[in-house]
């Protein structure tokens, strides 16, 4: 079947946005000072007081969703399945930052930290849903 230019636009942009979110996880990870420039002391410190369990989720909320928007431009059906668990990793992140952290995200970051995860959410179902009914319809092999 020939790639219909929707997967294309989809792939593109969704590999853009899965980068900017890697992009965030190695430079937070890394402690890089020039990204952390902009942060403040208190979300410094948020993000320096994840535990373990916190960090390997996010790390698989995010490498999954960077390999599904790969996959989905190589029409590889793996792609809805690699979007689905990045799905249920960022879910379960939500849930400590918001809900499980001694110090909630939207306490340091204010509002925008609970639009932002919204919109991360957003995508990454849409994603995995679109991912989904390109598998359904057999354009991924």
């Known amino acids: 079947m020939k790639t219909p230019w929707h997967l294309w636009v989809i792939g593109i942009v969704t590999l853009l946005w899965n ?46 969703a960077l390999a599904g928007s790969a996959l989905l431009l190589m029409r590889k059906r793996i792609a809805a399945g690699m979007f689905g668990i990045s799905l ?3 879910i ?12 909630k995200m939207h306490e340091i970051v204010g509002a925008e930290a609970v ?7 957003l995508v ?12 359904q319809r057999a354009v991924l092999d």
Request: proline share 1%; hydrophobic share 60%; aromatic share 20%.
């Open 19 to 64: 980068a900017m979110g890697a992009l965030d996880y190695t430079m937070t990870q890394l402690q890089n000072e020039t990204y952390l420039a902009g942060f403040t002391a208190e979300e410094r410190a948020y993000f320096q007081s994840f535990p373990v369990w916190v960090e390997a989720v996010w790390a698989i909320a995010v490498w999954f």
């Open 115 to 121: 639009w932002f995860t919204l919109a991360i959410f």
């Open 92 to 103: 379960v992140t939500a849930i400590h930052n918001f809900g499980l952290a001694e110090v």
């Open 88 to 90: 249920i990793a960022m």
């Open 124 to 135: 990454a179902l849409g994603s995995w849903i679109y991912a989904r009914r390109m598998r």
